[in-house]
């Protein structure tokens, strides 16, 4: 995710924040033993954060190709641009401070389980409960997952014009 926000976001134009973010949902739902349910969904989007004219513009698309980050920090940029002339604000520089840095990547060491894997496990429950409580007369077991994805890279213009990249 890091390099395709690498391959968008200049220092040319100031201070720049450009995001990238997905989620993945699996759901899995057994009912007496039948399955009445398997979904797998994903939702991304993309969102920028400029610095212009002493204000921050702010902008983001529920998208996250090519087209969609170039359009979140033109909009961004926009919206700080504008703001600022209407606040009557001049392009007054950011504190200095020591840029951010750092890759995180808090990803399970786990092997991921297969989906034959991940049904037996479900029907191992389900089999378990029908067979503990009988009188029990229904009972839903759901397997949800959740993996989330973000990225962000930020970059600035210091005092003395040097370009600095700052990854997060």
């Known amino acids: 995710m890091l390099e395709r926000l690498e391959r968008h976001i200049t220092t040319d134009q100031g ?32 969102s920028a954060r400029c610095h212009a004219v002493g204000t ?60 034959s894997v991940r049904m037996d496990l479900l029907k191992q429950v389900d089999d378990y409960v029908r067979t503990r409580f009988p009188d029990v007369i229904n009972t839903d077991v759901v397997l949800g997952e959740l993996a989330i994805e973000k990225a962000l890279d930020q970059r600035f213009r210091n005092s003395n014009h040097i370009k600095q990249p700052c990854r997060a």
């Open 15 to 46: 201070y720049t924040e450009l995001r990238l973010h997905r989620n993945l949902s699996r759901r899995v739902a057994m009912r007496r033993g039948n399955l009445i349910e398997n979904s797998t969904s994903t939702l991304a989007g993309s």
């Open 56 to 115: 921050f513009g702010f902008a983001s698309v529920p998208a996250e190709d090519d087209v969609a980050l170039e359009h979140v920090l033109a909009e961004a940029r926009a919206n700080a641009e504008l703001i600022g002339r209407r606040a009557g604000h001049s392009d007054r520089p950011l504190p200095t401070t020591a840029p951010g840095q750092g890759i995180y990547d808090y990803r399970s060491k786990r092997t991921k389980l297969p989906a």
